[in-house]
């Protein structure tokens, strides 16, 4: 079982770049594919971006040329840098660890971003 802390969140102003980091703890960081999903008030959770152990990463369309996931397998954890922010990305953004041989998901608190002026 793997625990998840993210860190990062906050108040910025459109335009400005925020940078969330997910620290890792309890299994082999490794088995995950590390992810960021988001929530805004009265929609669904989506993804935003994903990362396998090997550094293959896709990201939303939505994201897409503003936000980069990266993650350091050595210290296992997983950063989200987001540029451009607009206020459509105000939201809580959750770290996701998906287990590669089990499926299991595992999810962090949450860490709130607003965007606004």
């Known amino acids: 079982q793997v625990q998840l802390v993210e860190s990062g969140g906050g108040l910025v102003q459109p335009g400005g770049s925020l940078r969330l980091s997910c620290a890792a703890s309890g299994s082999n960081f490794l088995f995950y594919r590390m992810g960021w999903y988001r929530q805004a008030p009265g929609k669904q959770r989506e993804l935003v971006a994903i990362i396998t152990s090997g550094g293959h990463s896709n990201h939303a369309d939505s994201v897409k040329g503003r936000s980069t996931i990266s993650r350091d397998n050595a210290k296992n954890t997983v950063s989200l840098q987001m540029n451009s922010l607009k206020p459509e990305d105000t939201a809580v953004y959750y770290c996701?660890?998906?287990?590669?041989?089990?499926?299991?998901?595992?999810w962090g608190q949450g860490t709130q971003v607003t965007v606004s002026s």
């Open positions: 996701n660890a998906n287990n590669v041989i089990t499926s299991k998901d595992y």
